[in-house]
């Protein structure tokens, strides 16, 4: 770390880096990277990208604690969990063309729990009238460690439904049921 930290630093010196940042980090090696560089003045880390979802709050157990006391905002990634949240894979359903129906290797979200939590997820954004990609989405946008979401879409369509999204606010009643099933589907995909 303290090596990475100091080749960073004269890449950043040299103007050919702006701003560092952490991508798959646990809650020790952010600190770490933290404290090396307000002890040693070297670069500081300003973002963290690990993947977060409804399927996947692990980061919440520990690593949401030290970004929110260190101020080193959250860049999820894979905040549909592959697109299993907007309920396309519901039913054994594979869309043609689709990520996990092209890469059925990475079924971390196609598990019986994900599929689980992704049913009683996408039954409760119905309910509110709400499409449940954004609907998750809007999760994710609504949590206090997050600065900015990383989105991925293989259609136009997906992708104006996902940026609006970003102007979507879920009620506190909607918020409550999804910390509800959060509750009851713990973690289910981490």
């Not at 980061?59 to 969990?81: A, C, F, H, I, K």
């Not at 991925?152 to 996902?162: K, S």
């Not at 879920?170 to 509750?183: D, I, T």
């Amino acid at each position: 770390m303290l090596d990475t930290l100091k080749v960073l630093k004269a890449l950043v010196d040299e103007g050919k880096v702006r701003y560092i940042g952490l991508s798959n980090e646990t809650p020790w090696g952010v600190m770490s990277f933290v404290k090396y560089a307000e002890i040693l003045g070297l670069p500081k880390v300003v973002s963290v990208q690990n993947p977060y979802s409804l399927l996947n709050r692990s980061d919440e157990v520990g690593l949401t604690e030290v970004l929110l006391r260190e101020n080193v905002p959250m860049l999820p990634y894979s905040p549909l969990g592959f697109g299993v949240l907007s309920g396309k894979y519901l039913d054994e359903q594979w869309p043609e063309g689709a990520r996990l129906t092209l890469y059925k290797q990475f079924g971390r979200y196609i598990q019986p729990a994900g599929i689980s939590a992704t049913r009683d997820y996408v039954n409760l954004a119905r309910q509110h009238g709400w499409d449940p990609a954004q609907m998750a989405l809007a999760y994710v946008d609504s949590r206090d460690f997050v600065a900015s979401t990383i989105v991925g879409a293989t259609q136009m369509p997906q992708l104006e439904a996902n940026i609006d999204a970003f102007d979507m606010r879920l009620s506190a009643e909607l918020s409550e049921q999804l910390e509800a099933l959060g509750k009851l589907h713990s973690n289910p995909c981490p």
